[in-house]
């Protein structure tokens, strides 16, 4: 593991074997003291690792070469639930590798820089084109920037503002169309990289009538799927959205809130907290009458379309899970690798819904259509490669080509309908990817047994002490 952390007495604190330090709550951007040691997150560079030749001479570093960009902020959020935070937090080794808990090569959930950095690429309407820039911002940014691309605030009724900022400097509002595309997992650095090369020409397109971030977005912590969907679609982080984690406890109801999963997805709005709102609930606040999409999202509450509106009207159990027998064929997508489609049948299974995510898409912008004002499109595949190859693997690449074709698609729509002009489109993740290294194992629950230690773990480093016993509850 990289560090453990928690909060006593109004201090954030953490630690490992080589040192510890503490930050006041009361000032979570504030500078940290060290109590003894070595600082654990003494570097806290969002740059650390950028470009790819950079990352690729020190791949999954440890704690003392790492980085752990606004570790302060993104910490204290994690434990401000009042129900929901954990006792404890472990932020494992970024090259750590679970073999029984999956076995991926490519990795996620930590608070160092690379599985944290997502990419940030903003194109067309209202955008300027400054090219690659060498900065960074948070995915908690996406929510207010896509709002202020729409002519819309993220400020509620109730005049509490976000956590996130608008990118106001590389854009202006009044775009007739936003579009945010979210390709999950993606390798920020391996994407602008192979972009340059000639590798994603649909990205080369948005890069050409625009700006990209080398540094991307930081996800909140833990720099999971639905955490960070959520952050990117409310501009707050977890410990005001709710949505604590993949999967949680929930002190007051004393229930397991398995929140990322096909059976849930269609609910794990019902998780959000009061107060918290999405970009679709803004946007429709302040242009009322305006149509909205969100495809293939499970944070949707508020959309005129989604796709998980139409499974929670099909009255499934099953939610997402019972859509199989309805999913396009992978087999025959002239998009899709199919080397990977047969070796593969998770990448299969991501391939049909991402062929679903296209096909609602071209119908919602379609011919005879009048496109939505604000659409959001959720890509799965990208995910599914860099856990299967890890990040510059040929099969993450190949996930990242496969998504770039469907993109194409839509952007020759656009143009076909001469929409190119008047549509501004941003491009992030959830967060980013790094390599896990096979020999790099563990796991803290045989020790925290062996001591005698009654907990919870949850989602691999949510530690839950003296938590009663498990009720399951899948998201509701």
């Not at 510059?392 to 929409?419: H, K």
């Not at 629950?445 to 530690?463: T, V």
Request: with cysteine; hydrophobic share 40%; aromatic share 6%.
């Amino acid at each position: 593991m990289d560090l453990v952390a928690w909060v006593e007495g109004g201090w954030l604190h953490v630690a490992n074997a080589d040192g510890a330090s503490r930050l006041s709550l009361t000032d979570p951007s504030g500078p940290w003291e060290v109590l003894r040691g070595r600082d654990p997150v003494a570097v806290q560079d969002p740059m650390h690792g950028v470009p790819l030749s950079l990352a690729r001479k020190d791949p999954s570093p440890p704690n003392d070469r790492n980085s752990y960009p606004f570790a302060g902020a993104r910490l204290a959020s994690v434990f401000a639930d009042p129900a929901r935070s954990p006792d404890v937090v472990v932020v494992h080794s970024a090259a750590h590798h679970w073999p029984r808990r999956g076995g991926h090569l490519g990795e996620h959930g930590s608070l160092d820089a690379g599985q944290s950095r997502a990419p940030l690429l903003l194109s067309g309407a209202g955008v300027r084109r400054r090219g690659l820039l060498a900065r960074s911002a948070r995915v908690i940014d996406v929510a207010p920037t896509l709002a202020y691309l729409a002519g819309a605030s993220m400020t509620g009724a109730d005049g509490l503002d976000v956590d996130g900022r608008a990118l106001a400097d590389l854009c202006v509002p009044g775009a007739r169309h936003v579009v945010g595309l979210l390709w999950d997992g993606v390798n920020c650095n391996d994407l602008l990289n192979m972009a340059g090369d000639g590798e994603l020409p649909a990205i080369a397109r948005l890069l050409a009538r625009g700006a990209a971030l080398t540094g991307g977005a930081v996800a909140e912590f833990p720099s999971v799927t639905l955490t960070n969907h959520t952050c990117a679609l409310t501009g707050v982080g977890p410990g005001r959205h709710g949505i604590l984690n993949n999967v949680y406890f929930d002190r007051e109801t004393g229930r397991r809130i398995v929140a990322n999963d096909a059976a849930t997805w269609h609910v794990a709005c019902e998780q959000l907290r009061p107060g918290v709102r999405t970009v679709f609930e803004a946007i429709a606040a302040s242009r009322p009458g305006v149509s909205t999409a969100c495809v293939n999202e499970p944070i949707d509450r508020g959309a005129t379309y989604s796709t998980f509106g139409v499974v929670r009207a099909m009255n499934s159990t099953d939610g997402a899970g019972g859509l199989g027998q309805h999913l396009p064929s992978a087999s025959d997508d002239p998009h899709a690798t199919q080397e990977w489609v047969a070796a593969d049948p998770d990448y299969a299974w991501s391939t049909q819904v991402d062929a679903l995510g296209l096909a609602q898409v071209s119908q919602l912008w379609g011919e005879e259509a009048e496109p939505p004002a604000f659409t959001w499109w959720n890509t799965t595949v990208t995910d599914t490669g860099h856990h299967g190859g890890g990040p510059y693997s040929p099969q993450a690449r190949a996930s990242m080509v496969d998504a770039d074709r469907r993109l194409g698609v839509f952007l020759d729509l656009l143009e076909a309908r001469g929409l190119a002009d008047d549509t501004a489109i941003l491009l992030t993740a959830d967060h980013g990817s790094e390599g896990a290294n096979p020999a790099c194992t563990g796991d803290w629950d045989e020790a925290l047994r062996a001591a005698g230690i009654p907990f919870r773990d949850e989602a691999y480093g949510f530690l839950y002490l003296g938590a009663p016993p498990e009720r399951r509850d899948r998201g509701r």
